[in-house]
């Protein structure tokens, strides 16, 4: 089965700095992959997300995310944070063509800005 | 509805208690997960429901869980004789098959505190 692994709870950065939020997942199957938010006092919704092609997402909000087939990640980078960056961020996974399309999400990342 | 719908908002409740959170997905989504939040554990992904086929139900975590979903559409979300363990915010979301296969869309969530 698949499995997400975000491997920092809290990434603290300062205004305007880059940021790159780390996520490797685990399957032995092609995968989707995708990154959620989760803004203060608000729903989760959507980012971005890799189904097939070009291994460079581009997603809302001057995100984006690179799928590395080889190690097993996609993380997600920002050149240039904001205040209104500060969220919980979440990677997420699923294997439709193993029949196992559910979707499994990661224990998130807490991104502060730091002025 | 334009967006999934979640009662009770908020559900207060004595240890030993029965409860019971409903979820009402997008029209024609057909594809509902439950998913349960809580603080440092991310999303743990309870169950997921897809048409007609069985429900995946790999991520409940005991045998006072169950859920259904009537018709292909509201599903409810059960807890029986509730500890304390299982205060949370229960996320409801629903999705369509491709192209935008596995993007969902999340419901506000109810939040349960077991006294």
């Known amino acids: 089965a698949q499995s997400v692994t975000q491997l920092d709870s809290q990434v603290p950065v300062f205004e305007e700095a880059p940021v790159e939020l780390r996520c490797n997942y685990s399957?032995?199957?092609?995968?989707?992959l995708f990154w959620y938010v989760q803004y203060p006092n608000q729903g989760l919704q959507l980012l971005l997300k890799?189904?097939?092609?070009?291994?460079l997402v581009k997603g809302i909000n001057g995100f984006e995310a690179e799928f590395n087939k080889s190690q097993t990640s996609f993380h997600l980078r920002k050149p240039s944070v904001h205040i209104s960056d500060t969220a919980e961020y979440f990677c997420?996974?699923?294997?439709?063509?193993?029949?196992?399309?559910?979707?499994?999400f990661g224990k998130g990342t807490r991104l502060h800005i730091l002025p | 509805g334009a967006g999934v719908s979640q009662s009770p908002s908020n559900k207060v409740t004595e240890k030993g208690k029965d409860v019971e959170l409903r979820c009402d997905p997008i029209?024609?989504?057909?594809?509902l997960y439950w998913y349960r939040q809580s603080l440092g554990q991310g999303l743990e992904f309870l169950i997921y429901?897809?048409?007609?086929?069985?429900?995946?139900k790999s991520g409940l975590p005991s045998d006072r869980f169950s859920a259904e979903r009537t018709g292909g559409s509201v599903s409810t979300l059960t807890i029986q004789r509730t500890q304390q363990e299982d205060s949370a915010v229960y996320l409801c979301?629903?999705?369509?098959?491709?192209?935008?296969?596995?993007?969902?869309?999340f419901g506000a969530g109810s939040r349960l505190t077991v006294l």
């Open positions: 979301a629903s999705s369509t098959s491709s192209p935008w296969a596995n993007v969902l869309t």
């Open positions: 399957s032995s199957v092609s995968v989707y």
């Open positions: 890799y189904l097939s092609g070009s291994t």
């Open positions: 997420a996974v699923s294997a439709p063509l193993n029949r196992d399309d559910k979707i499994i």
């Open positions: 029209s024609g989504h057909t594809a």
């Open positions: 429901f897809q048409g007609n086929s069985a429900p995946d």
